[in-house]
Structure formats: C-alpha cells, structure tokens
C-alpha cells in the first residue's frame, strides 16, 4: 500500500517570500502520478499542480512548481511571491496508474499562512 | 462548466441516527469517489464508482455505510446507524473515464457531519 508523509503540520511566511512545502511518498510501482491540492478555509479542494513519474521535468503552474526526485520518493512545492490567497490547508497525494485503483491517497496536510 | 455539487452542506444528527448524503458529479463524468475527511486529516477513499458500478468499496464500513449509483450518474451515501466517530466532513469527486487517460478528480465541496 501506499504512503505519504508530510512533515511540516504548519508553515507561515511573509507575503510575497518563497515557501517550499515537502512530501514524501512510499510505494513500489514504477508509474504513477503525484499531485497538490489546496483547501482553503471554504473546504474546496482545488487541484494546484500534478507531475507524471514517467517525466523528468519539473512541473510548473504559473508560481507553482515542484521538485520530483524519484529515486528519493520525495515530492515538494515551491511558492513563489506568495500571495494572502495562497493561505490554505496543502495535500500532496499519490495515485496509481493501475486501472482500477484510481484512489488518491493523501498526506495529513501542511497548514500554510501568508502574513501580510 | 457547472462543478461537483454537494448536499446538504452541514448535518447534525445523533448518535445511532441514519443520515444521508447527496452528490452530483460534472457531467460526462463516469468515475465518482466517496472520501471521508476527518478533522486534521488527509481525506481517505470510501467508496470508488466506474459509472454505476463499484470499483472500490475496501475501506468502506459496510456494517454501517452503504453508497449507490443507480444510473451512473448521482450518488447517495448513507450512514445508519451513525457513531460519534463518523464526524467529518464528506467529500464527494468525480473525474472522466479512468482509461480516457485524464485522471484529474475534481471535487464538490463537502458535506460537514457533527454526530452528538
């Protein structure tokens, strides 16, 4: 089964600083996709980034991005120019690429707050 | 295009109590999910659905949860009894056809459950 761990409960930052948010992960298959998801305090879970494991490259989302290290089963976000909105509950979450099993599996969540 | 609807949006029940929640997916979507979201929790998966079949009922508590998709398109969730434990907030999601190769869920946004 899989895992994901994210270590950092709560972080707060100035406006307009760079945050970076980790994630790890375990698992045991080759093929699978990672993603961000944002939840802020109106409960809406909103999708911020996703990363397919058979890219090398980085993805990027406007001032989103990630650091995919695979063969360290780790999975951080990076904020750039943070910004009051980006306030929210943060999830990394893994999915398998097995049809069938489809499921997110989340992380406990980092709690980020911008400070004006 | 019209998202994941959700209702009702908050429900207080008592303990030993039946209760039931409502989910309409995006439109064309043929895969919807059940999570449950414990308070300071990542959501789990209860409850996967490929059109109006299930794919994944195995963190389902059968004994007392049960969920339908009759024409494959709304669902309904149901607890009964209900126990202090079943508190949090239910999230349903619903993404394309799991072999369209587009696997981004989107999200409603939840129904908050305070058992007392």
């Known amino acids: 089964a899989q895992t994901v761990t994210q270590s950092q409960p709560e972080m707060s930052v100035q406006e307009a600083e760079t945050v970076t948010l980790s994630c790890t992960y375990d698992t045991s298959e080759n093929n699978y996709y990672l993603f961000w998801y944002k939840q802020p305090p109106s409960r809406q879970m909103i999708l911020v980034i996703r990363?397919?494991?058979?890219?090398?490259q980085n993805a990027t989302e406007n001032r989103f991005s990630v650091n995919f290290q695979k063969a360290a089963k780790s999975f951080s976000l990076k904020i750039s120019d943070s910004q009051l909105g980006d306030t929210a509950m943060y999830f990394c979450a893994f999915m398998s690429s097995n049809f069938g099993n489809e499921k997110l599996t989340f992380g406990t969540g980092t709690r980020l707050t911008i400070i004006p | 295009e019209a998202g994941v609807a959700q209702s009702p949006r908050y429900k207080i029940i008592e303990k030993r109590q039946s209760v039931a929640f409502w989910c309409n997916p995006i439109?064309?979507?043929?895969?919807l999910y059940w999570y449950q979201q414990i308070l300071g929790q990542g959501p789990k998966l209860l409850i996967q659905?490929?059109?109006?079949?299930?794919?994944?009922d195995s963190q389902l508590p059968k004994d007392r949860f049960s969920a339908e998709r009759l024409k494959g398109v709304d669902s309904t969730l149901k607890i009964q009894p209900a126990k202090l434990e079943d508190s949090a907030v239910y999230l349903c999601?619903?993404?394309?056809?799991?072999?369209?190769?587009?696997?981004?869920?989107?999200f409603g946004p939840g129904t908050r459950l305070t058992v007392t």
């Open positions: 439109s064309g979507h043929a895969t």
């Open positions: 999601a619903s993404s394309l056809e799991a072999r369209s190769g587009s696997y981004e869920q989107y």
């Open positions: 990363q397919e494991a058979y890219k090398q």
């Open positions: 659905f490929q059109n109006n079949g299930v794919v994944d």
